[in-house]
């Protein structure tokens, strides 16, 4: 069953708090991606990942760091919460199917910093 | 830097009639692919093309890399038809840059 799982799916923190958002998936990707979605503004990329290790900055990665040790998990990584971090955010995996190089979404995780 | 501007940004149907969506790309893109964000937050894809056109149903979707444009037309709309549409392009192997969405409300 191809799935990307993400968890927590809604989390509420303090300002300066650290957060832990994990994507995991089951189909051996090996790229994948995080992205967040805010109103208006459709998803922003904010870190790609090639492969176990090997991670390239999206086009907002500041205030964010990631982490893949294993080519089925890819966490992202908030060391000090802001609220303008209030998002929610998505992780992707991405790989060869029958129609082509398809994006394959988690969830979403709601977070909220206060 | 590449950009994916998608139009419109919001769109009322009633059941039963239709439209297009589009997405335009200030450079050339690999690949395009259509997701709709169901009333979960789900992102569901739609299509996925590198070239021409492909339909499922009530939705057809063409994409032209010459012309820099995708489109997602919607034909007798259903009210579960609302909700987000995005686009979604890659110029490059791994990059993949979204457009700010369409609300769609599909009125009774």
């Known amino acids: 069953d191809m799935k990307v799982t993400q968890m927590p799916r809604y989390l509420i923190k303090r300002m300066g708090e650290n957060v832990l958002l994990e994507c995991g998936q089951d189909?051996?990707?090996?790229?994948m991606y995080w992205y967040r979605q805010d109103p208006g503004l459709g998803l922003q990329l904010i870190y790609i990942?090639?492969?176990?290790?090997?991670?390239s900055e999206g086009d907002i990665p500041k205030g964010y760091r990631v982490s893949r040790k294993k080519r089925e998990h890819f966490s992202l990584i908030l060391d000090s919460a802001k609220t303008n971090q209030t998002s929610v955010y998505f992780c992707?995996?991405?790989?060869?199917?029958?129609?082509?190089?398809?994006?394959?979404f988690g969830e979403g995780s709601r977070l909220i910093v206060v | 830097g590449d950009q994916v501007e998608q139009s419109p940004s919001a769109l009322s149907l009633h059941e039963g009639t239709g439209s297009a969506l589009r997405c335009n790309f200030t450079?050339?893109?690999?690949?395009v692919q259509w997701f709709r964000k169901n009333s979960r937050g789900s992102l569901i894809n739609l299509f996925y093309?590198?070239?021409g056109t492909k339909e499922n149903g009530r939705l057809k979707s063409a994409f032209d890399s010459k012309e820099r444009y995708s489109t997602l037309h919607i034909r007798d709309a259903q009210l579960e038809d609302s909700g987000t549409y995005f686009c979604?392009?890659?110029?490059?192997?791994?990059?993949?840059?979204f457009g700010k969405g369409t609300h769609l409300h599909v009125l009774p």
């Open positions: 093309l590198a070239s």
């Open positions: 189909m051996s990707h090996e790229t």
């Open positions: 990942s090639y492969d176990v290790d090997s991670n």
């Open positions: 450079t050339t893109m690999r690949a």
């Open positions: 992707a995996s991405r790989g060869q199917t029958h129609s082509g190089n398809t994006l394959y």
């Open positions: 979604a392009a890659s110029s490059n192997a791994y990059k993949v840059i």
